[in-house]
Nanobody, 118 residues
């Protein structure tokens, strides 16, 4: 079973940047599609970005052009580079395995908190 641990969150001013990491244990990830999701207070968890095993990416319209999803060469760590952060990006960010259609299907980790101040 794959276990995912998110890290890299923090408090940043609007316009700033953060890089989130998602470390996997238990299984190599090179043949999995993976994604980032986020949940703001009082809201449903939402899709942020996905990356296929071959490197194809997709993004939510709200983060397109500002966020970049990537994975390392060994494909054991997933990243989310977040630039030009906005207060509305404030949320707990989670990574997960996803299906071809982008639906998450693995176990959720604890996530990492991102707070963007105005």
């Amino acid at each position: 079973q794959v276990q995912l641990v998110e890290s890299g969150g923090g408090l940043v001013q609007a316009g700033g940047s953060l890089r989130l990491s998602c470390a996997a244990s238990g299984r190599a990830l090179q043949y999995y599609h993976m994604g980032w999701f986020r949940q703001a207070p009082g809201k449903e968890r939402e899709f942020v970005a996905t990356i296929s095993w071959s490197g194809s990416t997709s993004y939510a319209d709200s983060v397109k052009g500002r966020f970049t999803i990537s994975r390392d060469v060994a494909k054991t760590t997933l990243y989310l580079q977040m630039n030009s952060l906005k207060p509305e990006d404030t949320a707990v960010y989670y990574c997960n395995l996803v299906t071809v259609s982008g639906a998450p299907f693995g176990s959720w980790g604890q996530g990492t908190q991102v707070t963007v101040s105005a």
